[in-house]
């Protein structure tokens, strides 16, 4: 049973109430409190040593890697981060110093996004750093983006550019807050997901969500250099495109846009965003499954995000 | 440095915003979202192999123990649990089956107080099991009970009996959200919070955020027939009082009433909850620190919690 099948089996059992608009399964969950004009988005997302960083990782890198991720998940929902708490589980040998680098380095990245951190709890967890975040925010009910609402013929689009983000990007990945707001405020975004498991996994969450399929065009594909400086130093190991389509914690969005919106989507958001690539790679298709096509023709990727070329 | 202090020192510093009403250092946060009657409360918690609960406990206990640690916290805010997300880390050779049991004892719990459980992460953890929690909830603004607002003259309660959790009651203890409430909406509780720490411990959490002393009637405080049992098969250990005062994890509410509204109090709740114990324990007075009473006089509780003899 892989990790999504185990989170499927438990997740249909949980107990839900009236106040549940999304539970499980989504990027974050969705409460109706009943604000006028406003639904709340609650997340919590875990980095763990050994995993998710080296035992010698900063760690004031560590801890604004903790925040970060469920950042990425609020943005993923065209949502507005408010409050989080947090619990750290460190071995006994921890020394204070590192705890308040951990806090800072959380800090620097809460406030630049208006994040209050109400709460901290510190436990001991012989095996390592352990650092829980839950996160909560707000998005407007007219604009809230799920993973289950792609629809054939929208055109499917990444930002920035993809794999080799184990080199140094995992740490100092940017959540697109700013950026998903401005799509939902003026664009027909129907589906969104922030990209953690790589490109071919996340975009198999929208399709399985969504029961449709999705075809990519190869060289459309943002490459990021961090990438093909790691093929070009190791010819034997995978092409740079395929580590775009399967590295993981790129945190860059991945969406899926109403037809007939491409064009002036990539005309206003490179006014908007200069410095930030956007890439149209393809478009959502009936059916299920990824098809990648390139110079030779479409070819199949399998359920653990490789090509098939058989 | 303590674990109190160390938690000082890193709050005095983390990032806020407008909406934050109460930060770190109560039982919970209180965030204002602009709903009309009510504040959002949010908070975590977390249980850990081999500090909270040894290897070989039934996995439903831990999940129901992981999640009834924040209920209880919350009750101790007079308020009410709405929502909660849950990060489960685990060793490699972690069964699935007990992954099941751990949502399975939550989720009985969650049912019970209306709780919906709306994210489950689940990662790895070399070290053992590491459950950690975080729970959203509401509190009507008018009845919010913070730990700072305690005031000489206020007579110090305490439900339930004290000691000896850890041969059952940790696991087993039911959060007194109904009984919290209840007292909230009908009588001038001044002061609250939950017992986690210990008695002795947690009426100084009080006594320091609301800058008062108390003094206590060693008779008068419930001692847990666990304790009692505890004490009298190893009589050369602590006494089952020191036990009550000392022992964490009774769960038990723990609050400071106006002046005058004691015999009133005790009166209603024994038709209200008739099979939970109510004791009057003792009185809020000008100064710090705890004293306590017994046939020899006042003594002073030193800040370990010890009764200071000399």
New interface residues.
């Given amino acids: 049973?892989t990790?999504f099948e185990?989170?499927a089996?438990?997740?249909k059992?949980?107990?839900?109430?009236q106040?549940?608009v999304?539970?499980?399964g989504d990027d974050?969950?969705v409460?109706d409190?009943?604000?006028r004009d406003?639904l709340?988005l609650?997340?919590?997302?875990?980095v763990?040593e050994?995993?998710h960083f080296e035992k010698d990782a900063a760690p004031e890198k560590v801890g604004r890697k903790a925040l970060a991720r469920c950042l990425s998940d609020m943005a993923a929902m065209a949502g507005t981060p408010?409050?989080a708490?947090?619990?750290i589980?460190l071995p006994g040998n921890f020394k204070?110093e590192s705890?308040?680098k951990i806090?800072e380095g959380m800090?620097v990245l809460?406030?630049k996004h208006?994040?209050?951190?109400?709460?901290?709890?510190?436990?001991?967890?012989?095996?390592?750093i352990?650092i829980?975040v839950?996160l909560?925010g707000?998005v407007n009910r007219g604009r809230l983006i799920l993973r289950s609402t792609a629809k054939a013929g929208d055109a499917v689009f990444v930002t920035g550019e993809l794999g080799g983000s184990s080199t140094g990007k995992h740490f100092d990945f940017e959540p697109r807050l700013a950026e998903a707001s401005w799509l939902a405020d003026n664009f027909q975004v129907h589906a969104m997901i922030d990209l953690s498991d790589g490109l071919a996994g996340d975009l198999r969450h929208i399709l399985k969500a969504s029961s449709v399929g999705a075809e990519l065009l190869k060289s459309a594909i943002p490459v990021n250099r961090a990438a093909k400086e790691l093929a070009r130093k190791n010819p034997s190991s995978r092409t740079p495109h395929r580590a775009a389509l399967e590295d993981g914690e790129d945190f860059e969005l991945l969406f899926t846009l109403a037809p007939g919106e491409s064009v002036k989507l990539l005309d206003a958001w490179r006014k908007q965003f200069p410095s930030l690539k956007l890439s149209c790679i393809g478009k959502i298709i009936a059916g299920e499954g990824i098809i990648v096509r390139d110079k030779t023709g479409p070819q199949k990727l399998n359920a653990h995000g490789y090509v098939h070329f058989a």
């Fill in positions: 049973m990790e185990l989170i089996k438990l997740t059992k949980l107990p839900a109430n106040t549940v999304v539970g499980a974050c969950a409460l409190f009943g604000l406003k709340i609650f997340k919590t997302d875990s763990v050994g995993i408010t409050a708490v947090v619990t589980g204070f705890i308040e806090y800090g809460a406030k208006g994040v209050a951190i109400v709460g901290g709890e510190t436990t001991t967890n012989p095996g390592g352990f829980s839950a909560l707000t």
